[in-house]
């Protein structure tokens, strides 16, 4: 079946439909992966923030939180404040609390609210939210959005240090948040379809018409030259303008006569395109030449901008040494050495005495200058592969691989007197500073987190002691 449309509607109609299918089905793809994204994103953020907010809180201290009267404990308040401020410096976390499971039933131990709906300590929650169960042993997040009598969330979970499959951390956000993110996309989509829509309407029209304007000309062109002989004819038929062209190139076919003179021209031409073709390619191979160098440059200079992004995330920013993260890494890496060949190691966990009055007498600033300058005498007091970290405050830890009990506490004692006898100048000030060390060895049927928490209490038993001594954990 001929369909009796002009080229011109043909080449705008297939160009307007391929450009339509194009632009849509990127704009769709486009769409549908910024949702994905950004489902994604939010529930990467709740599970991350879940689990970093579940290592400040210790399991073991929320046993007696059993009941509503149980509001008054301290450490109810505590950790209900801590929450609180969590809570505050998010402004897209709706609740934090903490749960409790006992058998297949979940019960509140602390929640953040501060309305009247605020759920009280032994409070059951009825809802059955699968990922929150599995909260209790990993990290999870919400695939969906799911209802309860506070509203409609999507949360993260996590389960809380020490917590044995018993507590876990919980992160709401509001879903009305997300759903505001989702329906911007939405309206962003649309607005690009219809944008993709004009500017295909606009593509596909000025190229049939600069396609058609071409043949009418060569067609008028034609009827000029076509008044003279050779009658051989082309048969052929194509229900558009073409069939014009083709009677117009019967009746020039018996010019062919000149055609040894226009052949002559075209070779002329030819030579020309050649050589420009030449000119442009030579042009072309140095601006890509250009251009290579250029990305090559960037890219060195992006695995730069990388290598510090990395330092700068697993460095403490004042003393230079390695942060808590960074230290936890390496902490996991020893345990994983001493699981396949028993090779020892110890931490160290030191707490600088009496540094709060170094900051009321002196100011912050020269606090500041006595956590680095004893951080350089740190690194001097222990061996090349010791690691030496700020874990937080005027607290320090140092990992001792392929050492013993004995030869930490021995290490401590050298690193404690080390301390003590220099006089640390701050600023105009000489001051004189000390330590509190507690010293702990892993071993078979301790966790990492039971060595430091070996470490941490020879610390407060120094503390306890008089301050300045060195403690090992028993």
Known sequence: MELKFTIQKKLFLSHFLAVLLVSGSI??????????????????RLKYSAALISETIDAGRLNNIRKASDVSLPVYQEYLQELRDFRHTNPDIAYLYIMRKVGNRVFFVIDSDESEAQALPGKEYMVHVPTLLEGFDAASVDKKIWEDEWGSFMSGYAPLKNGRGEYLIGIDMRA???????????????????????????????????????????????????????????????????????????????????????????????????????????????????????????????????????????????????????????????EARYRRDKNPFVILLIDLDHFKDVNDTYGHDAGDQALIAVTEHLRKSTRSQ?????????????????????????????????????????????????????????????????????????????????????????
Request: proline share 1%; with cysteine.
């Open 386 to 474: 010791d690691v030496v970290s700020r874990w937080g405050g005027e607290e320090f830890l140092i990992l001792l691989p392929g050492t013993s009990l004995q030869g930490g506490a021995v290490l401590a004692e050298k690193v404690r007197q080390h301390i003590e006898e220099h006089i640390f100048v701050i600023g105009e000030q000489s001051v004189r500073l000390a330590l509190s060390i507690g010293v702990a060895e892993y071993h078979d049927g301790l966790t990492l987190n039971g060595c430091i928490k070996a470490a941490d209490t020879a610390l407060y038993r120094a503390k306890r002691l008089g301050r300045n001594r060195v403690e090992v954990s028993e």
């Open 176 to 334: 009305n948040e997300v759903k505001h993110k989702l329906h911007t996309l939405r309206i962003s989509g649309v607005l690009s379809l219809l944008c993709s829509i004009i500017l295909a309407f606009i593509f596909s029209r000025l190229l049939s018409k600069n396609f058609t304007t071409p043949i009418q000309l060569l067609i008028s062109r034609c009827s000029e030259i076509s008044r003279g002989g050779f009658n051989e004819k082309l048969e052929l038929r194509t229900g558009d303008e073409l069939d014009n062209l083709i009677a117009e190139f019967n009746s020039m076919s018996s010019q062919l006569w000149d055609s040894q003179k226009k052949n002559r021209t075209a070779e002329e031409a030819l030579i020309r395109s050649k050589e420009n073709l030449e000119l442009r390619i030579e042009e072309r191979t140095s601006e890509l030449i250009d251009l290579n160098r250029k990305l090559v440059q960037e890219i060195s200079e992006r695995k730069n901008a990388e290598a510090m992004l990395e330092q700068a995330a697993t460095s403490d920013p004042l003393t230079g040494i390695l942060n808590r993260r960074a230290m936890v890494d390496q902490l996991k890496f020893q």
């Open 27 to 44: 704009g769709t793809y486009f769409y549908f992966s910024s949702v994905n994204s950004l489902i994604g994103s939010l529930q990467d």
